[in-house]
């Protein structure tokens, strides 16, 4: 059996005495859609902020793709992209021009920022807009220039926390069938939401709750046949 794309054991974390994280544990599958599927307060972001090295946990391990993120933290993050809660882009530049910005960070050169770059836009559908300013965009092409440049150095794991927030209905259906592409392709993806609609029967889900994994496993088979909002409001009391 190949390694788990994604293992957390026994993560906890406390905001002073708010406790945000309680032993949560739970492993992905290499090239699945998980949704870390949680109400408001649930602890999504801070598990996002752990995955992703911002904070270190009080107790607990990440593992990435077999890689100890608490000893080996520099390897575990290069095998991860990210798309933050919060957008960063500059608006008076083309995508082109923002996404060469990262691929520079990443040290990658010329010809192969550009390779890189028209891999990345032709993977969310965005080949035609390279040369736009960013600032002329839709919110929702926005979006998707973020989660090209979170691919730029090939990550094995995507992290995407409320990816369509503030977005309207199409928008929303449109990056989230361009991010299950993104997994049927074989990228791991870890995809923060509150909002049922975005997931399907076939995808995985961890179900935070109160800081807690409430339930892990396929979407269909956790739900049964019971509508998946109904399922939501039994196991956590509130609305989808
Ligand atoms: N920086 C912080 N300082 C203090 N408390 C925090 C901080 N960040 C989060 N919390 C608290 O930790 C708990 C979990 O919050 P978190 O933002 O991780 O949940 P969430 O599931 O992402 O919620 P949302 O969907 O509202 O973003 C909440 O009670 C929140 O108030």
Redesign the pocket.
């Known amino acids: 059996m190949s390694k788990p794309a994604l293992s957390v054991a026994g993560l906890s974390h406390r905001?002073?005495a708010?406790?945000?994280?309680d032993d949560v544990r739970f492993s992905l599958p290499p090239g699945r859609f998980c949704a870390l599927l949680?109400?408001?307060?649930?602890?999504?972001?801070?598990?996002?902020?752990v995955l992703t090295g911002l904070i270190r946990p009080r107790a607990g391990a990440v593992t990435v793709a077999g890689v100890d993120m608490g000893r080996s933290p520099r390897a575990a993050l290069a095998g991860i992209g990210v798309v933050f809660?919060q957008p960063t882009h500059d608006l008076d530049r083309t995508v082109a021009a923002n996404l060469r910005y990262f691929a520079a960070l990443q040290g990658l050169g010329r010809a192969e920022t550009e390779a890189r770059i028209n891999e990345a836009l032709a993977r969310l559908g965005m080949a035609e807009r390279a040369g736009e300013k960013v600032g002329k965009l839709n919110g929702g092409h926005r979006r998707r220039m973020e989660i090209a440049r979170a691919l730029l150095h090939r990550p094995r794991l995507l992290l995407l926390?409320?990816p369509t927030v503030g977005l309207d209905a199409p928008a929303r259906a449109a990056i989230t069938a361009h991010v299950h592409d993104l997994a049927a392709q074989g990228i791991t993806v870890l995809w923060?939401t509150?909002l049922v609609d975005e997931l399907r029967d076939s995808d995985e889900m961890v179900l935070?709750h109160r800081?807690r994994v409430a339930a892990a496993g396929a979407v269909g088979a956790l739900r049964g046949t019971v509508p998946l909002p109904d399922w939501f409001l039994a196991q956590t009391g509130a609305a989808a």
């Open positions: 905001w002073g708010k406790t945000a994280l949680g109400p408001n307060g649930a602890g999504k972001s801070t598990l996002m902020a809660q926390d409320e923060a509150h935070l800081g």
